[in-house]
């Protein structure tokens, strides 16, 4: 862990005076994603900028790879951040004996009907809980490769489409390391943010103790007084609005600088590609339009380069032994990137 913010907050974005005035359509839509996160809060403490990740990776139609030590609300926080969306969502507990058809679905033999039909997978849902993804084999890592880069499942030639929206959650654990399969670079890219899911502070953890002492069940949500606070439609809408923010040339100027620096980065071993930078462009357009911005700023992709890229950057192996970090590299990178004016 680093101090760099493993994700976003609310004032990172800059005084709201100097956003240009939204649309009324375009302020509900907006005041539907803040109503997420106050209904996330009824069931998770603590956590608000990895439920602010969360939303800006559903924003932009990304996916979010969730690192935690056990015990920190990261399947607790998928599961609120669904039902606050009204979207359904099944979990995945990944395991060193599942099968990728156990992912995707397969085909099944019907005795009465004397045929085989196809059985949907887990993966067929608007969110999918992928827990503890590094505790499988890469073959079934791979399944949901197709799954979320192209939204479908192929199988014995038929392709079938996924929901929208669609958002793959997966989870992992940062100390262990018996019995887990470090996950490819293919399958790391594939996942939109990367979001460290941190201990609460010491006020949090207590709120949390307070809600358990009364009674708070974190297998009833509804108990909880948890609803749902946002339609697909508004979602849908969200998701149009947050891809329509501007982006001047000099900031995307910017972007490409960042991307070259950690290339050139004495640290670094593999610096990000060319769709790294589509998907820091994906998520800053998404967290400037949470912000209430019409275009993105360099303060939205300072704030979005970190969780966008530090699981797309490899190491140099005498880096790695003398203690540095991939935030600490790509926050040097930002310092030493000149900003445009």
Excluded: C
């Amino acid at each position: 862990m680093t101090d760099t913010p493993a994700a976003p907050t609310a004032a990172a974005t800059g005084p709201a005076a100097t956003a240009a005035p939204a649309s009324l359509d375009d302020a509900a839509l907006r005041d539907a994603m803040n109503r997420v996160r106050v209904e996330v809060g009824k069931a998770v403490v603590g956590q608000d900028g990895t439920v602010t990740g969360l939303l800006i990776a559903l924003l932009a139609g990304g996916h979010v790879l969730l690192e935690g030590v056990p015990g920190v609300a990261k399947t607790l926080l998928v599961r609120a951040f669904s039902t606050a969306l009204g979207l359904d969502t099944k979990r995945i507990q990944f395991t060193p004996d599942l099968m990728p058809g156990d992912v995707s679905g397969s085909l099944v033999y019907d005795a009465k009907a004397g045929e085989f039909e196809f059985r949907e997978g887990p993966v067929f849902t608007n969110v999918v809980l992928a827990d503890e993804i590094n505790r499988t084999p890469p073959k079934t890592q791979a399944a949901l490769l197709e799954a979320m880069e192209e939204r479908q499942v192929s199988t014995d030639g038929v392709t079938r489409r996924l929901p929208e929206p669609f958002l793959v959650a997966a989870t992992q654990n940062p100390i262990e390391h018996e019995g887990t399969y470090t996950l490819p670079e293919a399958q790391l890219d594939r996942f939109l943010l990367k979001l460290l899911v941190d201990v609460p502070a010491r006020d949090a953890e207590l709120a949390v103790l307070r809600r358990h002492a009364s009674g708070f069940d974190p297998r009833d949500l509804a108990a909880a007084g948890l609803r749902r606070a946002a339609t697909a439609d508004e979602i849908r809408a969200a998701q149009r609005a947050a891809a329509s923010v501007t982006v001047s040339d000099d900031v995307l100027g910017y972007v490409v600088d960042l991307a070259q620096a950690t290339r050139r980065s004495p640290s670094v071993q593999l610096g990000v590609s060319p769709r790294a930078a589509t998907a820091l462009l994906a998520a800053s357009k998404a967290w400037a339009w949470l912000g209430g911005y019409p275009a993105i700023t360099p303060d939205h992709v300072q704030t979005m380069l970190v969780p966008t890229w530090r699981h797309r950057i490899r190491l140099r192996p005498d880096a790695e032994l003398e203690g540095v970090s991939v935030d600490a590299v790509l926050g040097s990178v930002i310092q030493q990137t000149r900003v445009p004016i």
